[in-house]
């Protein structure tokens, strides 16, 4: 089991930064390819953000290249996702998810249970 926590939503201005952190305990965090998704009022949840176990690989939803950017710390068991150039389109309730890399893509079988970003124009 991994349990992970999200932390770092809140309320900020169109054009504006946050940071989301995404703790994880339980097993090796290190072992898992992470990713943001996120789910906006009357949608259904989409990926935005991945990155793999070692931290060199990054892949995001288009919307977002260039204005989020995803890291980890395994030395703190730690996920972030810098948001920045805020947009009303973003506001959403982010989660972050733990997963492994199969020849079909990435399966994530763990998730938090989501922090809310809302950006105000």
């Known amino acids: 089991q991994v349990q992970l926590v999200e932390s770092g939503g809140g309320l900020v201005q169109a054009g504006g930064s946050l940071r989301l952190s995404c703790a994880a305990s339980?097993?090796?965090?290190?072992?898992?390819?992470m990713g943001w998704f996120r789910q906006a009022p009357g949608k259904e949840r989409e990926f935005v953000a991945r990155?793999?176990?070692?931290?060199?690989?990054?892949y995001y939803k288009d919307s977002v290249k260039g204005r989020f950017t995803i890291s980890r710390d395994n030395a703190k068991n730690t996920l972030y996702l810098q948001l920045n150039s805020l947009k009303p389109e973003d506001t959403a309730v982010y989660y972050c998810?733990?997963?492994?890399?199969?020849?079909?893509?990435?399966?994530?079988?763990?998730w938090g249970q989501g922090t809310q970003v809302t950006v105000s124009s």
């Open positions: 998810a733990a997963g492994l890399q199969t020849t079909a893509g990435y399966r994530y079988t763990y």
């Open positions: 339980g097993r090796t965090f290190s072992n898992y390819a």
């Open positions: 990155i793999n176990w070692r931290g060199d690989s990054t």
